[in-house]
């Protein structure tokens, strides 16, 4: 192979590297940092599947009908009132009606929960969400085209979660006119479908919309009884949410003092907000038990809370409230039992439902429980002490769903009528797994791939126990990448008591880890058994070792990216720095192996023999190798490869520091 034809096999091996990692960051990018341009022009996610029949647990609106052209118009996006709900991700621009042309420019939100795109051609002229935080509602603000005439319909898409979603979701029209008298001009048009609307009822001489720029801004979006006078019509209130609405939820009242409590995150009792709590007691011989929590999805969610004797699920009995939005009680109480890692549901028997609300996207109800309740093997006993396992997700007819990292268990085994607050299972065994990935594949990996790759005509005549250097740093920084592999690994397993629950089409990083793992433990086997050089076996080693190190650090790597949008992590809220880390990282390694492959070629050129062969996967050396090492000196370039080398360990382990801290300091 000539030198131009080891050119080519380096370039195609980083730009192997590349194209995998670039995949995984658009696929990752594309479930949190929101829709890219072209989705404008067909409006669906690429999840997969089908989107949700219309009418969907969300609504678009205006809070006005009528305006000039070159003017604002606030627009609304959220759920219904009748059927409350949070959405993950969005998609919105305005349509001239007559002609679907993407038409008019949108502000940045205030509240930075969206960002702007460029539809069809144009600029600012549609929204999506900023990250995949759960969000009741947006507030947007849009301005009409100067000298446009016509109807206008903003047009949406709702993600409630990566299989339910609804497309094209539009609002009342806008009419926009060249000019408009100025007593016509807040005059509103009939609204035909009030009940898609989530804007609040005034009369015609009401204007119940004030501007407001804080940012803490929400929209109210309450729907209340017309006037008797006038049509009623439809206008827009907004508020700024008080800290106090979200602290003064009567299910932390007493807690420590008159009932124990339990929620996640961690310290979420103190400040009264958690995603989902449990408060119980003893009153006489009843177990009363309160539950609260975020809906999954506004057409059915549950919040759960089992009894367990380990921190783990499996042999527990669960008492869950599910939320059915269809029916007229649409919340009620049910018993089942974890059998493995499956919920089994058994019976309405020995619990009661007390009281339940559903507002502001959150279930809350009221139960109490018999002492004894379980069946098939599994049964618990209230006044024994145990962990408690709580959980929310989606309901899938009468079963509950899969939670995701939606949990939380007690540290330890507490008694029902303790009074005091209870801690979360820590979750420092996660960190430390995260941590010991990104020593071992973002810095050790890729220096040691480094030596490997440029350096065995460096430090020429320079050993250590007998050892070329460049062998003893590969092999050293090796052993710590397969070590911290193996223990992270071993790690994990532990912490989460066996196979992840993770459906690999949500996230495929538990597979990915285990492609990983294996790589990397048979590649210092492969090594161990390696053929004497000169053998005619040695050229199949060299490229079977060279093909599972790189296939290992590529996977190693594209793993760590989709560790991201596991919501364990708690990056899931603002991924960005750590994408923007790690998109540093693979950029800058690829530059480095293509300036060390170009100067590694074009030393090579140099020798007399044009055509030498690629030896170092052929089992032999070449001929500057081999004259250098005759010679006891290193090969021409020396000084720019330690100074490359230099640059890069100090570049790796400062973006490796600072993804280790993030782990560390996440939510």
């Given at each position: 192979?000539?030198?131009?034809?080891?050119?080519?096999?380096?370039?195609?091996?980083i730009?192997?590297?590349?194209?995998?990692?670039?995949?995984?960051?658009?696929?990752?990018?594309?479930?949190?940092?929101?829709?890219?341009?072209?989705?404008?022009?067909?409006?669906?996610?690429?999840?997969?599947?089908?989107p949700?029949?219309?009418?969907?647990?969300f609504?678009?609106?205006?809070?006005?009908?009528?305006?000039?052209?070159?003017?604002?118009?606030?627009?609304?996006?959220?759920?219904?009132?009748?059927?409350?709900?949070?959405?993950?991700?969005?998609?919105?621009?305005?349509?001239?009606?007559?002609?679907?042309?993407?038409?008019?420019?949108?502000?940045?939100?205030?509240?930075?929960?969206?960002?702007?795109?460029?539809?069809?051609g144009?600029?600012?002229?549609?929204?999506?969400?900023?990250?995949?935080?759960?969000?009741?509602?947006?507030?947007?603000?849009?301005?009409?085209?100067?000298?446009?005439?016509?109807d206008?319909?903003?047009?949406?898409?709702?993600?409630?979660?990566?299989?339910?979603?609804?497309?094209?979701?539009?609002?009342?029209?806008?009419?926009?006119?060249?000019?408009?008298?100025?007593?016509?001009?807040?005059?509103?048009?009939?609204?035909?479908?009030?009940?898609l609307?989530?804007?609040?009822?005034?009369?015609?001489?009401?204007?119940?919309?004030?501007?407001?720029?804080?940012?803490?801004?929400?929209?109210?979006l309450?729907?209340q009884?017309?006037?008797?006078?006038?049509?009623?019509?439809?206008?827009f209130?907004?508020?700024v949410?008080?800290?106090?609405?979200?602290?003064?939820?009567?299910?932390?009242?007493?807690?420590g003092?008159?009932?124990?409590?339990?929620?996640?995150?961690?310290?979420?009792?103190?400040?009264?907000?958690?995603?989902?709590?449990?408060?119980?007691?003893?009153?006489?011989?009843?177990?009363?038990?309160?539950?609260?929590?975020?809906?999954?999805?506004?057409?059915?969610?549950?919040?759960?809370?089992?009894?367990?004797?380990?921190?783990?699920?499996?042999?527990?009995?669960?008492?869950?409230?599910?939320?059915?939005?269809?029916?007229?009680?649409?919340?009620?109480?049910?018993?089942?039992?974890?059998?493995?890692?499956?919920?089994?549901?058994?019976?309405?028997?020995?619990?009661?439902?007390?009281?339940?609300?559903?507002?502001?996207?959150?279930?809350?109800?009221?139960?109490?429980?018999?002492?004894?309740?379980?069946?098939?093997?599994?049964?618990?006993?209230?006044?024994?002490?145990?962990?408690?396992?709580?959980?929310?997700?989606?309901?899938?007819?009468?079963?509950?769903?899969?939670?995701?990292?939606?949990?939380?268990?007690?540290?330890?085994?507490?008694?029902?009528?303790?009074?005091?607050?209870?801690?979360s299972?820590?979750?420092?065994?996660?960190?430390?797994?995260?941590?010991?990935?990104?020593?071992?594949?973002?810095?050790?990996?890729?220096?040691?791939?480094?030596?490997?790759?440029?350096?065995k005509?460096?430090?020429?005549?320079?050993?250590?126990?007998?050892?070329?250097?460049?062998?003893?740093?590969h092999?050293?920084?090796?052993?710590?990448?397969?070590?911290?592999?193996?223990?992270?690994?071993?790690?994990?397993?532990?912490?989460?008591?066996?196979?992840?629950?993770?459906?690999?089409?949500?996230?495929?990083?538990?597979?990915?880890?285990?492609?990983?793992?294996?790589?990397?433990?048979?590649?210092?086997?492969?090594?161990?058994?390696?053929?004497?050089?000169?053998?005619?076996?040695?050229?199949?080693?060299?490229?079977?070792?060279?093909?599972?190190?790189?296939?290992?650090?590529?996977?190693g790597?594209?793993?760590?990216?989709?560790?991201?949008?596991?919501?364990?992590?708690?990056?899931?809220?603002?991924?960005?720095?750590?994408?923007?880390?790690?998109?540093?990282?693979?950029?800058?390694?690829?530059?480095?192996?293509?300036?060390?492959?170009?100067?590694?070629?074009?030393?090579?050129?140099?020798?007399?023999?044009?055509d030498?062969?690629?030896?170092?996967?052929?089992?032999?050396?070449?001929?500057?190798?081999?004259?250098?090492?005759?010679?006891?000196?290193?090969?021409p370039?020396?000084?720019?490869?330690?100074?490359?080398?230099?640059?890069?360990?100090?570049?790796?382990?400062?973006?490796?520091?600072?993804?280790?801290?993030?782990?560390?300091?996440?939510?």
């Amino acid at each position: 192979m000539t030198a131009r034809g080891k050119l080519k096999l380096a370039i195609k091996s980083i730009a192997a590297k590349s194209i995998v990692a670039s995949i995984f960051i658009l696929h990752v990018e594309g479930f949190s940092r929101g829709a890219p341009d072209a989705a404008c022009t067909h409006m669906i996610p690429g999840h997969g599947g089908s989107p949700k029949p219309l009418p969907a647990p969300f609504a678009i609106a205006a809070d006005k009908v009528a305006i000039n052209s070159g003017e604002n118009v606030q627009v609304a996006i959220g759920s219904l009132p009748s059927s409350p709900g949070l959405f993950k991700g969005f998609l919105i621009n305005a349509r001239d009606a007559t002609t679907n042309e993407v038409i008019g420019t949108f502000e940045v939100p205030l509240d930075d929960s969206g960002r702007l795109m460029k539809c069809s051609g144009g600029t600012q002229n549609g929204v999506t969400h900023a990250n995949n935080a759960r969000k009741q509602r947006v507030v947007l603000t849009w301005q009409s085209p100067a000298n446009f005439e016509g109807d206008v319909v903003f047009r949406g898409t709702f993600v409630e979660d990566y299989s339910n979603y609804w497309v094209n979701v539009e609002s009342e029209r806008v009419r926009v006119s060249r000019s408009i008298p100025f007593d016509k001009a807040e005059t509103p048009l009939p609204i035909t479908t009030p009940e898609l609307s989530i804007f609040t009822v005034a009369s015609t001489t009401e204007k119940t919309w004030p501007p407001t720029t804080t940012k803490a801004t929400t929209a109210l979006l309450t729907t209340q009884k017309a006037k008797p006078t006038g049509t009623p019509l439809w206008s827009f209130t907004t508020t700024v949410k008080a800290e106090e609405s979200v602290k003064s939820h009567p299910i932390y009242n007493g807690c420590g003092a008159t009932k124990g409590c339990f929620g996640m995150p961690n310290g979420c009792i103190n400040t009264g907000d958690c995603d989902i709590v449990a408060s119980y007691s003893v009153k006489g011989d009843r177990y009363e038990f309160e539950l609260r929590g975020l809906l999954e999805q506004a057409s059915g969610s549950y919040l759960a809370i089992g009894f367990s004797q380990d921190a783990a699920m499996g042999d527990d009995t669960v008492t869950e409230c599910l939320y059915k939005p269809s029916q007229v009680q649409n919340v009620d109480v049910f018993n089942s039992i974890n059998k493995g890692k499956n919920n089994i549901p058994y019976s309405k028997q020995g619990a009661k439902l007390l009281s339940s609300s559903v507002e502001d996207g959150y279930m809350y109800c009221k139960f109490e429980r018999e002492q004894n309740l379980g069946t098939d093997g599994v049964i618990t006993d209230l006044a024994m002490k145990h962990h408690l396992l709580l959980s929310r997700g989606a309901i899938s007819g009468d079963r509950i769903s899969y939670h995701g990292q939606n949990k939380a268990s007690s540290a330890e085994p507490i008694s029902i009528a303790s009074l005091s607050g209870v801690t979360s299972r820590s979750d420092v065994l996660i960190r430390v797994h995260g941590s010991m990935m990104i020593v071992a594949w973002i810095w050790a990996a890729s220096c040691g791939i480094l030596f490997a790759r440029y350096f065995k005509q460096t430090w020429v005549g320079k050993q250590f126990m007998g050892k070329d250097l460049w062998f003893v740093f590969h092999r050293l920084l090796m052993v710590l990448v397969w070590s911290l592999t193996m223990i992270s690994f071993i790690i994990i397993f532990s912490e989460i008591g066996g196979w992840s629950s993770i459906p690999s089409y949500i996230n495929p990083h538990p597979i990915l880890g285990c492609v990983t793992t294996g790589l990397a433990f048979v590649q210092p086997i492969m090594a161990y058994f390696r053929p004497h050089p000169g053998t005619s076996k040695r050229a199949l080693f060299n490229w079977a070792h060279w093909f599972v190190g790189n296939a290992a650090h590529i996977v190693g790597v594209a793993t760590i990216f989709l560790a991201i949008e596991l919501p364990k992590a708690g990056f899931t809220g603002n991924p960005g720095v750590m994408y923007w880390l790690l998109g540093s990282y693979v950029a800058f390694h690829v530059t480095i192996h293509l300036i060390f492959s170009v100067h590694q070629c074009c030393q090579s050129s140099r020798d007399d023999d044009k055509d030498f062969a690629l030896k170092e996967f052929s089992g032999h050396r070449n001929g500057i190798a081999s004259f250098n090492m005759e010679r006891k000196e290193d090969a021409p370039g020396s000084t720019l490869r330690k100074l490359l080398l230099a640059l890069y360990i100090l570049f790796v382990s400062a973006i490796g520091a600072a993804l280790i801290a993030m782990v560390a300091l996440s939510p």
